[in-house]
Nanobody, 120 residues
């Protein structure tokens, strides 16, 4: 059974940093691309970053490019989102996500989320 658990959220000042971690279990982590999403208060959940299964390629939404870095440690079944130069608009619940397609059906898996609040 796929399990994704986020941690590391909290309160940061503008310009500060936070490190989010996603611990994965129940599947062969090293074979799956992973994503970070976020959902600001009252808004839809949107994609923040993606990292390929081998960690060799990453992509980011424009609003976080140059400030956020996604990485993974396949030996530890862990994905990390390093968030620097935080802005109030980064305030959101952050979720890690993966997906699996089998027999033409795609299933998505989500963690419970971790709250990030950026405020002075």
């Amino acid at each position: 059974q796929v399990a994704l658990v986020e941690s590391g959220g909290g309160l940061a000042h503008p310009g500060g940093s936070l490190t989010l971690t996603c611990d994965a279990d129940g599947f062969t982590f090293s074979k799956y691309n992973m994503r970070w999403y976020r959902q600001p208060p009252g808004k839809e959940r949107t994609l923040v970053a993606l990292i390929t299964a081998d960690g060799g390629s990453t992509s980011y939404v424009d609003s976080v490019k140059g400030r956020f870095t996604v990485s993974r440690d396949n030996a530890k079944n862990k994905m990390v989102l390093q968030m620097d130069s935080l802005k109030p608009e980064d305030t959101a619940i952050y979720f890690c996500n993966t997906w699996r397609t089998r027999d033409g059906i795609t299933n998505e898996y989500w963690g419970q989320g971790t709250q990030v609040t950026v405020s002075s």
